[in-house]
């Protein structure tokens, strides 16, 4: 009885996990996150600065990364705490506004990526979080979340898909062209 207890609140929690990293994917990796890397990529500006990153040496690199990795995810903690307390607008002004410098910590260790793998700390830390990921990424949780906000936005894109407008258009009794 208490096992199953067990089994079915960590399922719940899990199940809200991962549809707040879902969310969080699709939302604002994948829609604000990913253009502002793009565009910091295409920056002339930071072709150059490229060169300058990549002549450092891996130990003042690694100083440099992990001091934007850690002021995105101190941003990250001070917006949750925010959150909490129910300061939502602020909370949500400070995590917008670690995206760009998110995106540009992305961008910096992209490009410095072979000279910070070279810690042999660092490496296993990342091969144990693309492991983690892998973990979330093919559970039979994530797969269904996946599956059904798929089937959401299908819903969602049928519904406002031109044949629907038209219909209700004529229901409403506006001329159709």
Same mark, same amino acid.
């Given at each position: 009885?208490?096992?199953?207890?067990? !089994?079915?609140?960590?399922?719940?929690?899990?199940?809200?996990?991962?549809?707040?990293?879902? @969310?969080?994917?699709?939302?604002?990796? *994948? !829609?604000?996150?990913?253009?502002?890397?793009?565009?910091?990529?295409?920056?002339?500006?930071?072709?150059?600065?490229?060169?300058?990153? =990549?002549?450092?040496?891996?130990?003042?690199?690694? @100083?440099?990364?992990?001091?934007?990795?850690?002021? @995105?995810?101190?941003?990250?903690?001070?917006?949750?705490? =925010?959150?909490?307390?129910?300061?939502?607008?602020?909370?949500?002004?400070?995590?917008?506004?670690?995206?760009?410098?998110?995106?540009?910590? &992305?961008?910096? &260790?992209?490009?410095?990526? *072979?000279?910070?793998?070279?810690?042999? %700390?660092?490496?296993?830390?990342?091969?144990?979080? =693309?492991?983690?990921?892998?973990?979330?990424?093919?559970?039979? /949780?994530? @797969?269904? /979340?996946?599956?059904?906000?798929? $089937?959401?936005?299908? %819903?969602?894109?049928?519904?406002?898909?031109?044949? $629907? /407008?038209?219909?209700?258009?004529?229901?409403?009794?506006?001329?159709?062209?």
């Amino acid at each position: 009885m208490l096992k199953n207890l067990y !089994r079915k609140a960590t399922n719940a929690l899990l199940t809200v996990l991962v549809f707040i990293y879902l @969310v969080l994917e699709e939302i604002v990796w *994948d !829609r604000i996150a990913a253009p502002i890397y793009g565009f910091i990529r295409e920056l002339k500006i930071l072709h150059k600065l490229e060169a300058v990153i =990549l002549k450092l040496n891996r130990y003042a690199l690694l @100083v440099c990364f992990l001091v934007l990795f850690a002021a @995105v995810e101190l941003l990250g903690i001070i917006a949750i705490g =925010l959150f909490a307390q129910g300061q939502v607008l602020i909370a949500t002004v400070i995590y917008v506004g670690k995206i760009p410098i998110a995106a540009f910590t &992305f961008w910096v &260790f992209q490009i410095a990526k *072979d000279k910070l793998l070279t810690f042999a %700390w660092f490496k296993l830390c990342y091969e144990w979080l =693309l492991a983690q990921l892998h973990k979330i990424k093919t559970s039979v /949780i994530y @797969v269904n /979340i996946k599956a059904k906000i798929s $089937s959401m936005k299908m %819903w969602f894109k049928s519904l406002i898909s031109s044949e $629907s /407008i038209r219909r209700i258009k004529a229901v409403l009794g506006f001329k159709l062209s």
